[in-house]
């Protein structure tokens, strides 16, 4: 599916309306330039899964917990890994028992991810316009 969205608040609501089509556990890949909006879209799955603090990027801690009530999001950012190798030595999972796994900078890693269970998202700027995004949501 491709959607289209107009300012950061619409990138917010739809990953959170996508949130509720995915059950627990599942994996979010997301890829993008910098700065098209991975985390932003990030903070919708966080408030679609029920938490409602604060979602940060996780550049410099790699990972970043999130509890809901029914489950836990990690939310990942792979952008400083420099090899498979290091991405272990972190405790990297793909996917994990009763958790949302959310992946910035996938790239390098898309082998380690289960076929069934993840959705891949990528998020491009349109129309030279600061605020439009295209959202391509496959599985
Ligand atoms: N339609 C939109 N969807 C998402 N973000 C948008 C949109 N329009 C403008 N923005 C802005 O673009 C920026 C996206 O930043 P964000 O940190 O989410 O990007 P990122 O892809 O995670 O970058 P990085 O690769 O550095 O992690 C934010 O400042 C956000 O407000
Ligand atoms: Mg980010």
Same mark, same amino acid.
């Given at each position: ?91 990297? &999972? ?5 958790? $949302?796994?959310? #992946?910035?900078?996938? *790239? /390098? =890693? ?5 076929? &069934? ?5 990528? $998020?491009?700027? #349109?129309?030279?316009? *600061? /605020? =439009? ?5 496959? &599985?």
């Amino acid at each position: 599916m491709i959607y289209k969205t107009h300012n950061t608040d619409e990138t917010i609501e739809l990953a959170a309306k996508l949130a509720n089509e995915y059950p627990v556990p599942h994996t979010f890949c997301l890829k993008g330039d910098l700065g098209a909006g991975k985390t932003a879209f990030t903070r919708g799955l966080a408030k679609g899964y029920g938490y409602d603090g604060r979602v940060s990027s996780p550049t410099f801690t790699i990972m970043n917990i999130y509890e809901c009530v029914n489950t836990e999001i990690h939310h990942y950012d792979l952008y400083r890994i420099a090899d498979e190798d290091e991405l272990y030595e972190i405790g990297f &999972e793909a996917q994990e028992d009763n958790c $949302i796994t959310v #992946v910035e900078w996938y *790239d /390098d =890693y898309v082998h380690l991810f289960p076929k &069934e269970g993840t959705t891949f998202v990528n $998020i491009m700027r #349109v129309d030279s316009n *600061d /605020d =439009y995004r295209q959202i391509e949501v496959s &599985e």
